[in-house]
């Protein structure tokens, strides 16, 4: 009970002290009154009351002051027989006065209530927004004007590799440590650019953030100024990302705009862009080398665009070998090159030129030499016009490949024949026998000396086809599966591609590509028949058969000549031309015709 009593007491403190005062003031007020007759002294005491009732129980103040009024009135009626106008008024200008500071306060407990709602409102607001900050994905770093770090969120200490203690009170700068991507050096000052501007600055998208670990990221930044209550600027916030996944792909993209994919040199998008960069004055003399692939639609027709592309990948390789750190190497086209040589004089891209072609000498793919025809010309002046410099270089190719091209196609066949022998795809001997028994055909025929030369060469050319087939089916000793047999029957198609892309073949390779056509009209790649079938053709096709027939296989013994012929007679009308087969036994052989 006692320690109820206490916490009763303790909790209406005031409102006990106020009862007390009041009582006190009640018997005080009594005893001047009947002792002194004071009214005036006692009347002074009831404000006491009734001012602190008003500071701390203002809603009670009027009525305390009317009740202290009449008691006022009263003490003066039962102590003079009457009421005394001034006690009247007294107690009148009491209450007024309890009136004036009910409203005071009540206005006074308005306004603060006001107050602490918005105390409450800005804590909370100050409270969201700190989580906030704590908790978005973007990094936040904020300092004052000395450029000391205040604040740093979560994803800043991430991002940066700095723990909040360490952090705090430290430069932006050894926190915030941010490069450039190309230069790899401090981009701009961030505090002094934010503490002097007004507007938000947006950093360049270049710019790499080292974190205290030394992992780099590419970041996007925002810096902002703060303020004080005076709008002075007392600060910067700094909002960063991450943004290295989108920037790689960015990078990628655009590296892909400016480079083959599959040399991996410049495109013409990229060449424009470094000629706009080198043709300059202090680029000159600025040298121009244009060259354009040999052998290309040779290898493209023989082995495949695989192989064309392995031919195109080897000439970059090579590029970049005998060209400069500096030099800006670029396919121009399908199998042309061009490379931009600032500072480099006549001689000195002469030199250039002799190494490229050196750096060629030693370069195949398959058989065939890969080579390339090269023109140049020098801008020494910046009032002459590049383009015109890069036509003078082309035309200057173009004339090199004229003069080399000749040589060059005889390579390709010559040395593509000479693989069939080496790699014993066809037999040692075959094609010069074929050859021998073409020019034999065709003396029989009575053709002139040049005629022979053709019947020669188509017949040894007949088989080169074969040097895009597959060594194991050519040379396999049992029977081919008929997947393998479809593949075979591809090379007179393929001699003849060969053969049509060197102009000087163009005619023999209508022939190699009839040479399997059958009289009946049963032979391949078209089903010719008869007489459809070129003269020519119809000869090869013999002359390779008996050849065929006669010689030794792994997988049988040669037939004897007599047998051959038996074969041949038995085949004509049907597989020979049977005018072709009855000169060849007779005219050729020596054999009757019965």
Not at 48 to 62: A, C, E, H, S
Not at 91 to 105: F, K, Q
Not at 426 to 451: F, M, P
Not at 473 to 480: D, P, V
């Amino acid at each position: 009970m006692h320690k109820k009593t206490i916490k009763y007491i303790k909790k209406n403190k005031k409102l006990i002290t106020i009862t007390i005062f009041s009582l006190l003031t009640c018997i005080i007020s009594a005893y001047v009154n009947h002792i002194y007759n004071a009214d005036s002294l006692y009347t002074c005491l009831f404000y006491i009351p009734v001012v602190m009732t008003g500071l701390w129980y203002y809603q009670y103040t009027i009525h305390l002051s009317i009740f202290f009024t009449l008691y006022i009135n009263f003490l003066d009626f039962i102590s003079k027989d009457g009421m005394n106008i001034d006690q009247i008024l007294r107690g009148l200008s009491m209450i007024t006065g309890a009136i004036v500071l009910y409203c005071l306060r009540k206005t006074l407990n308005k306004k603060n209530e006001e107050l602490n709602i918005s105390k409450n409102l800005l804590l909370h607001e100050k409270e969201l927004l700190s989580t906030m900050l704590l908790s978005i994905g973007d990094g936040v770093i904020s300092t004052d004007k000395k450029g000391n770090i205040i604040f740093l969120n979560e994803a800043a200490k991430e991002l940066t590799g700095w723990i909040k203690e360490s952090a705090i009170g430290r430069s932006i700068n050894d926190v915030f440590h941010v490069i450039d991507e190309n230069t790899r050096e401090k981009p701009v000052d961030l505090l002094s650019e934010g503490l002097k501007t007004s507007k938000n600055i947006e950093a360049a998208k270049d710019n790499i953030l080292v974190s205290k670990n030394g992992k780099e990221i590419y970041i996007d930044v925002s810096i902002s100024p703060l303020y004080d209550n005076e709008d002075h600027i007392n600060g910067i916030v700094i909002v960063f990302r991450d943004i290295t996944e989108v920037q790689v792909q960015i990078n990628e993209i655009e590296y892909l705009s400016f480079h083959d994919p599959l040399t991996g040199l410049g495109n013409r998008r990229y060449l424009e862009k470094n000629l706009l960069k080198f043709n300059k004055e202090e680029s000159l003399p600025l040298a121009v080398i244009m060259g354009d692939v040999n052998g290309l639609k040779p290898t493209n027709d023989t082995f495949g665009h695989n192989k064309g592309d392995n031919l195109l990948e080897e000439v970059a390789k090579v590029l970049r070998a005998a060209c400069r750190v500096d030099d800006i190497i670029c396919r121009y086209g399908g199998d042309e090159f061009i490379i931009l040589l600032p500072k480099t004089n006549e001689s000195e891209v002469v030199k250039i030129v002799k190494r490229i072609r050196e750096a060629f000498s030693n370069v195949k793919i398959g058989p065939i030499d890969v080579s390339m025809s090269l023109g140049w010309s020098v801008k020494n002046n910046i009032s002459e016009d590049i383009q015109e410099t890069i036509k003078v270089a082309e035309n200057y190719m173009y004339k090199n490949k004229f003069f080399e091209s000749p040589n060059i196609r005889g390579n390709i066949v010559h040395n593509i024949m000479n693989t069939l022998k080496e790699n014993s795809i066809i037999e040692g001997g075959h094609s010069e026998r074929t050859g021998e028994s073409g020019v034999k055909i065709a003396r029989a025929l009575n053709q002139s000396e040049e005629e022979l030369e053709k019947y020669r060469t188509a017949c040894l050319l007949h088989d080169i086809g074969k040097i895009a087939i597959d060594k194991e089916i050519i040379t396999k000793k049992t029977k081919l599966t008929e997947e393998e047999w479809v593949t075979i029957k591809r090379h007179p198609e393929i001699g003849y591609r060969i053969l049509n892309a060197v102009p000087e073949y163009a005619e023999i390779s209508e022939y190699i590509l009839a040479h399997h056509e059958r009289w009946d009209g049963k032979g391949y790649p078209k089903g010719l028949k008869g007489e459809e079938i070129p003269y020519i053709s119809r000869i090869i096709s013999l002359c390779d058969s008996y050849d065929a027939m006669i010689s030794d296989r792994p997988y049988r013994k040669g037939m004897s000549e007599d047998e051959a012929v038996d074969e041949i007679k038995k085949c004509a009308g049907t597989q020979f031309d049977p005018d072709i087969a009855k000169l060849f036994v007779e005219e050729v052989l020596g054999k009757k015709w019965e």
